[in-house]
């Protein structure tokens, strides 16, 4: 009994920290594509590439494939409906220093809106994750024709990172950057 006991902790604690998103992906994948379908209608019905990211399926930050670049963020509430939300024209957003590094870090990602740097993504599984810890966090990037091209929810800090470092420090930079701002909006 003590042996059986022990092996269920052991199991326990290695799927607890190096695959929390075992648990993430079996039934909350379909809650990730329902929110993920309620923002992404609210904002364009232009046909183009979007990145998505999202921290507990409540803030989202969409980056949209425009001239000029423009960015969408989004608070959903508890039932999936969007409580706030406003588009960001980038030209507007690049007046301050941070941004202007923020903007810089995006350009060092490469051509973010390519399809085939994602082909890692299609495959990504837990088995990749070495260490992962912090809120959960949905990445998705959308076809044109608004179908999922590639995706995966995982703990914010993940090692080895699934996509490219300074895109992830971007998408996670002003979706905080965003989050801040609207929490000082929502005291007021």
């Known amino acids: 009994m ?11 604690a290695i799927t607890l920290f190096s695959g929390i998103a075992i648990f993430a992906q079996r039934k909350p994948i379909n809650i990730h594509h329902i929110k993920d379908e309620t923002v992404i209608r609210s904002i364009d019905s232009i046909p183009s590439i979007k990145i998505l990211y999202s921290f507990d399926d409540r ?8 001239t000029p670049r423009k960015e969408y963020f989004a608070v ?3 039932l999936g409906q969007i409580t706030y939300s406003k588009i ?5 957003f690049l007046k301050s220093r941070e941004n202007r590094q923020l903007n810089a870090m ?4 490469g051509p973010i809106y390519s399809l085939k740097r994602y082909n890692n993504l299609v495959n990504y599984n837990c088995e990749h994750i070495i260490s992962s810890f912090g809120t959960m966090s949905h990445f998705a990037v959308l076809c044109p024709d608004g179908n ?3 995706e995966y929810t995982l703990p914010a800090i993940t090692t080895p ?10 998408l996670f930079r002003r979706l905080c950057n965003e989050i801040h701002d609207y929490s000082e909006i929502s005291i007021d």
Do not use: G
């Open 59 to 66: 803030y989202y930050l969409i980056l949209l494939n425009t």
């Open 88 to 92: 960001i024209n980038c030209a507007d």
């Open 2 to 12: 003590r042996k059986f006991c022990f092996v269920i902790i052991q199991w326990f």
């Open 106 to 109: 995006l350009k060092e990602a």
């Open 76 to 78: 959903l509430d508890s």
């Open 161 to 170: 990172l699934p996509i490219d470092q300074n895109l992830l420090m971007y």
């Open 148 to 150: 999922i091209y590639a």
